[in-house]
C-alpha cells in the first residue's frame, strides 16, 4: 500500500497568514481611532473635561470631609463622635467665656476655601459654646481670677480631648504664649504657678496608661510649685509665723482683752 501525502498548497497558507494580518492591523486601528477621538474630544472640550474632574475632586472632598467631621461644627458636647474622645483627638476652639464650672468654649472647625463656606451655610451659623474642665486640675479662686486674665474672650486655644462627663468636656487646654510661636498646656501652667491642685482624671480608667502619663505630668508641674513655694504652696516669712504664735497665744489674748478694758 501506498501512503498519500495531502499537502496543502503553499498560496492558500500564505492567503490565511495575510488575512490574519490584516485582521490584527484592522484592530488595532480601530483601538487608535477610539483613542484619538477621546483625545480631540478632550482637546475640543477641555474646559469642559477640568470642570468634570474638578466637580468629582471636590464632591470626593466633601464625602471624605463629611464622614471624618473635619468641617463640621460641634454645638453641643454630646454631638463629638466617641472615636475622637477615644483617639484624644485635638479641637480648635475660641473662648467665650471662664465660669465656676470651668471654661465656655466655642469649636472652630478646620476652614477649607468654599467647602467650609458652603457647610456653613447648609449648618448655619448659630454656634453654642462648650463646657470645658481643665482634666486633672482643681482651681483655687485665685486660678480662676488668673486664667479670666489669660484667656481673654475671643482668644484661639486647643482642645485634647480626654473624657467626657454628661455635659462637660474634660481636656488639656492649651494656647500660645503672647509674643511667641510656642505654646503651653494651661492644665500645667496654673498647677506650676500653684494656683490649683492635681485631682484624678475624670472618665480615664485609673489602669490605663493615659491616666498614669497625665497623672505623672501633672504631679510634675504641681512639685515644682510647691518647691518654689508659689501660690496655695507659699510659705509665711519668720516674722508672720511668729507674729501668728503671739496673737494664738493665750497669754497674750488675755493680757489684750485686759488692756482694753482699761
Same mark, same amino acid.
Given at each position: 500500500?501506498?501512503?498519500?501525502?495531502? &499537502?496543502?498548497?503553499?498560496?492558500?497558507?500564505?492567503?490565511?497568514?495575510?488575512?490574519?494580518?490584516?485582521?490584527?492591523?484592522?484592530?488595532?486601528?480601530?483601538?487608535? &481611532?477610539?483613542?484619538?477621538?477621546?483625545?480631540?474630544?478632550?482637546?475640543?472640550?477641555?474646559?469642559?473635561?477640568?470642570?468634570?474632574?474638578?466637580?468629582? %475632586?471636590?464632591?470626593?472632598?466633601?464625602?471624605?470631609?463629611?464622614?471624618?467631621?473635619?468641617?463640621?461644627?460641634?454645638?453641643?458636647?454630646? /454631638?463629638?463622635? %466617641?472615636?475622637?474622645?477615644?483617639? &484624644?483627638?485635638?479641637?480648635?476652639?475660641?473662648?467665650?467665656?471662664?465660669?465656676?464650672?470651668?471654661?465656655?468654649? /466655642?469649636?472652630?472647625?478646620?476652614?477649607?476655601?468654599?467647602?467650609?463656606?458652603?457647610?456653613?451655610?447648609?449648618?448655619?451659623?448659630?454656634?453654642?459654646?462648650?463646657?470645658?474642665?481643665?482634666?486633672?486640675?482643681?482651681?483655687?479662686?485665685?486660678?480662676?481670677?488668673?486664667?479670666?486674665?489669660?484667656? %481673654?474672650?475671643?482668644?484661639?486655644? =486647643?482642645?485634647? !480631648?480626654?473624657?467626657?462627663?454628661?455635659?462637660?468636656?474634660?481636656?488639656?487646654?492649651?494656647?500660645?504664649? /503672647?509674643?511667641?510661636?510656642?505654646?503651653?498646656?494651661?492644665?500645667?501652667?496654673?498647677?506650676? !504657678?500653684?494656683? %490649683?491642685?492635681?485631682?484624678?482624671?475624670?472618665?480615664?480608667?485609673?489602669?490605663?496608661?493615659?491616666? =498614669?502619663?497625665?497623672?505623672?505630668?501633672?504631679?510634675?508641674?504641681?512639685?515644682?510649685?510647691?518647691?518654689?513655694?508659689?501660690?496655695? =504652696?507659699?510659705?509665711?516669712? !519668720?516674722?508672720?509665723?511668729?507674729?501668728?504664735?503671739?496673737?494664738?497665744?493665750?497669754?497674750?489674748?488675755?493680757?489684750?482683752?485686759?488692756?482694753?478694758?482699761?
Amino acid at each position: 500500500m501506498h501512503r498519500i501525502n495531502v &499537502n496543502m498548497p503553499e498560496s492558500s497558507r500564505e492567503d490565511e497568514e495575510m488575512t490574519v494580518r490584516q485582521q490584527r492591523y484592522q484592530g488595532h486601528q480601530s483601538s487608535n &481611532n477610539i483613542v484619538s477621538s477621546i483625545s480631540k474630544f478632550a482637546d475640543d472640550h477641555l474646559t469642559l473635561v477640568r470642570n468634570i474632574s474638578t466637580g468629582l %475632586a471636590v464632591v470626593g472632598v466633601i464625602v471624605i470631609a463629611r464622614s471624618i467631621k473635619l468641617i463640621t461644627t460641634f454645638h453641643a458636647v454630646s /454631638e463629638i463622635p %466617641a472615636p475622637f474622645i477615644e483617639r &484624644n483627638v485635638s479641637l480648635r476652639g475660641k473662648v467665650h467665656s471662664i465660669t465656676e464650672r470651668g471654661l465656655k468654649v /466655642e469649636h472652630v472647625p478646620i476652614y477649607l476655601p468654599v467647602l467650609s463656606g458652603i457647610l456653613s451655610r447648609k449648618q448655619g451659623v448659630c454656634t453654642s459654646p462648650m463646657l470645658v474642665h481643665l482634666a486633672g486640675v482643681e482651681l483655687t479662686p485665685e486660678g480662676r481670677e488668673w486664667l479670666q486674665k489669660n484667656l %481673654a474672650p475671643a482668644q484661639t486655644v =486647643w482642645l485634647k !480631648l480626654i473624657s467626657r462627663e454628661d455635659d462637660r468636656l474634660h481636656c488639656l487646654v492649651s494656647q500660645s504664649r /503672647e509674643g511667641s510661636m510656642f505654646s503651653y498646656c494651661v492644665n500645667e501652667e496654673v498647677l506650676r !504657678l500653684g494656683l %490649683a491642685r492635681s485631682a484624678p482624671v475624670v472618665g480615664v480608667r485609673p489602669d490605663s496608661r493615659l491616666y =498614669w502619663r497625665l497623672l505623672k505630668r501633672l504631679h510634675r508641674a504641681e512639685v515644682k510649685a510647691e518647691r518654689k513655694g508659689r501660690g496655695l =504652696w507659699k510659705e509665711d516669712s !519668720l516674722w508672720e509665723r511668729a507674729s501668728k504664735a503671739v496673737r494664738d497665744n493665750a497669754l497674750f489674748r488675755l493680757m489684750r482683752r485686759i488692756f482694753k478694758r482699761s
